[in-house]
């Protein structure tokens, strides 16, 4: 069974760091883009970050340039988001997903993907 599990999440406060894991499980990452996607409450989930299977072709939205960083570890099938400088607006539940076959952009910008996991929540707070 093909799984994919986040961890990392919690409550920072404005300014602080997390790193989210995205492990895989049932099956190897090297072949597939991963991304990492948030939705906010009341809001549609937003493409954050994305990285081809070779981490040759890394995507970021605006918001994030510059405080994340998206890597890859495939020996320990799993996949880092680093979050730094992090603000309010970034508060949402964290999700990974995994695609064999399109690009970055298909995954975070137009959000197509065939696997993700539950999601982790990020709380950014005084």
């Known amino acids: 069974q093909l799984q994919l599990v986040e961890s990392g999440g919690g409550l920072v406060q404005p300014g602080g760091s997390l790193r989210l894991s995205c492990a895989a499980s049932?099956?190897?990452?090297?072949?597939?883009?991963i991304g990492w996607f948030r939705q906010a409450p009341e809001k549609e989930r937003e493409g954050v970050s994305c990285i081809s299977s070779t981490g040759g072709s890394i995507y970021y939205v605006d918001s994030v340039k510059g405080r994340f960083t998206i890597s890859r570890d495939n020996a320990k099938n799993t996949v880092y988001l680093q979050m730094n400088s992090l603000k309010p607006e970034d508060t949402a539940v964290y999700y990974c997903?995994?695609?064999?076959?399109?690009?970055?952009?298909?995954?975070?910008?137009?959000?197509?993907?065939?696997?993700w996991g539950q999601g982790t929540q990020v709380t950014v707070s005084s």
């Open positions: 049932g099956f190897t990452l090297d072949y597939y883009a």
């Open positions: 997903a995994a695609d064999r076959t399109r690009t970055v952009q298909a995954m975070c910008v137009r959000g197509l993907y065939d696997y």
